[in-house]
C-alpha cells in the first residue's frame, strides 16, 4: 500500500506564492515519475507539471516560467513552487505518482487534493 500526503496550498492574492508538497510512503520499490494535476470547479483534471525520477520536468504552457516542480527523491516527496499566481489557478492541485511497490509491480497513486485559491 502506498500513501501520497499532500500539504501546502491555501489562499492567495494574484502576484503571489504558494508552495505544494507531496510525500510518498509505504511499500516503495522505486518511483518512476511524480506529477501534479489540477481541478478547477466545472472542469476536468489537467496535468500541470511532471519530474522523472531523473529530474527532467514537463509543464503545460499556461504555468510555463511561473511553477517549477521539484523532487526529493531520498525523501519520496515532490514540490511544485508557485510564483505569480493567477485567478485562473484557481483549482484542487494532487499529486500523482508512478510507484513500483515490487520490480514487477507498478501503480498509479494519487494524495488527497489541497485546494489553492487565488483572489484578483
Known amino acids: 500500500q502506498v500513501q501520497l500526503v499532500e500539504s501546502g496550498g491555501g489562499y492567495m492574492q494574484a502576484g503571489g506564492s504558494l508552495r505544494l508538497s507531496c510525500a510518498a510512503s509505504?511499500?516503495?520499490?522505486?518511483?518512476?515519475?511524480m506529477g501534479w494535476y489540477r481541478q478547477a470547479p466545472g472542469k476536468q483534471r489537467e496535468l500541470v507539471a511532471t519530474i522523472t525520477s531523473g529530474g527532467s520536468t514537463n509543464y503545460i504552457d499556461s504555468v510555463k516560467g511561473r511553477f517549477t516542480i521539484s523532487r526529493d527523491n531520498a525523501k519520496n516527496t515532490v514540490y511544485q513552487q508557485m510564483n505569480s499566481l493567477k485567478p485562473e489557478d484557481t483549482a484542487v492541485y494532487y499529486c500523482?505518482?508512478?510507484?513500483?511497490?515490487?520490480?514487477?509491480?507498478?501503480?498509479?497513486?494519487w494524495g488527497q487534493g489541497n485546494q489553492v485559491t487565488v483572489s484578483s
Open positions: 509505504g511499500s516503495i520499490f522505486s518511483i518512476n515519475a
Open positions: 500523482n505518482a508512478d510507484v513500483k511497490t515490487r520490480p514487477t509491480m507498478r501503480g498509479f497513486y
